[in-house]
């Protein structure tokens, strides 16, 4: 192969060559401009011939420099897909779900699922729209809903919906436990996409007008299970969603009724697809995760 230059002074060259700078190419590199310096007529030296023209203020290439550097760069090039090369690239998975279930339900399980699974980078699409697998370029979803969702997909039943009511300690200590005053007075009702609170009140408070509360309404759960945690009203959510923030006393749930709307939360995958293996291993984790994590939430008094 000839005699080579040291690899140092290449890469000193080769950084010099694209900031026209030895102060800029040293910040690069880690390391001094003085060695910068060095490496580089050290390397003049050693091809008999000159690189760089000094100015009092600039650097440029000399003829014989540019045609080197671009031969250098391609080396270097070289040299890094050989290495990346004994290296393969994680596969990256799509996933596409509901913000609400991203943020409440599936960001927090996600460190036990990359530490057991180096191999797989996920990429979480947070959508309240329907997305498509072949043009989304989706390789699994959680879709809230009722089966059928098409032919050709494999459905698994995730949790099934069951709307319960919460609030804040300090909302309730402010203005009233709803189920012992029989009233909504002076509370907001948040209300979501799904608008249920209707239908839940009629099984937990028959008697009591919506028309004396307050409405916000969101287009996403996560905003009013948040908007509760603050301490501006009553929100409506699946039990998945709430159980973090029970558990650590930032909400209360309100009464014992639970409405099962029929709706649920599928796994969803085409049944051909070319990551057959790896799409499973996702589908089984969310699976085990949905009954492993459950913790039944307590009334309050």
């Known amino acids: 192969m000839g005699r080579l230059p040291s690899l140092n002074a290449l890469r000193a060259f080769e950084a010099a060559s694209r900031h ?61 897909e050989a290495t990346q090369a004994l290296r393969p690239a994680p596969l990256r998975l799509t996933i596409s779900v509901t913000p609400t279930l991203a943020s409440k339900w599936l960001i927090p399980r996600l460190p036990a699922f990359l530490e057991t699974h180096p191999d797989i980078d996920l990429r979480i699409l947070a959508t309240d729209r329907l997305s498509h697998f072949q043009a989304d370029a989706v390789d699994l979803a959680v879709r809230y809903g009722k089966p059928p969702f098409g032919s050709g997909l494999a459905v698994d039943l995730l949790f099934e919906e069951v709307q319960v009511a919460v609030a804040s300690p300090q909302t309730i200590a402010a203005l009233g436990h709803p189920g012992e005053t029989g009233s909504l007075r002076g509370h907001a009702l948040l209300h979501d996409a799904h608008n249920a609170w209707p239908q839940f009140l009629e099984l937990a408070m028959p008697q009591a007008p919506m028309s004396v509360a307050k409405n916000v309404r969101f287009n996403q759960t996560a905003l009013a299970i948040d908007a509760a945690v603050a301490g501006q009203g009553l929100a409506l959510a699946h039990t998945d969603f709430i159980v973090a923030d029970v558990a650590a006393g930032r909400l209360i749930r309100l009464f014992d009724t639970e409405l099962r709307t029929g709706a649920g939360f599928y796994i969803v995958s085409p049944r051909r697809t070319r990551h057959a293996g790896p799409i499973a291993d996702v589908r089984e984790w969310l699976l085990r995760e949905a009954p492993a994590r459950r913790q039944r939430l307590s009334v309050s008094d």
């Open 20 to 80: 026209l700078n030895f102060r800029l190419a040293a910040e690069e590199l880690g390391v001094t401009q003085g060695a910068v310096a060095q490496q580089i007529r050290g390397l003049e030296a050693a091809l008999d011939m000159k690189l760089f023209e000094r100015h009092p203020r600039a650097l440029t290439l000399t003829e014989n420099g540019r045609r080197y550097a671009g031969g250098v760069r391609r080396a270097f090039e070289m040299l890094a």
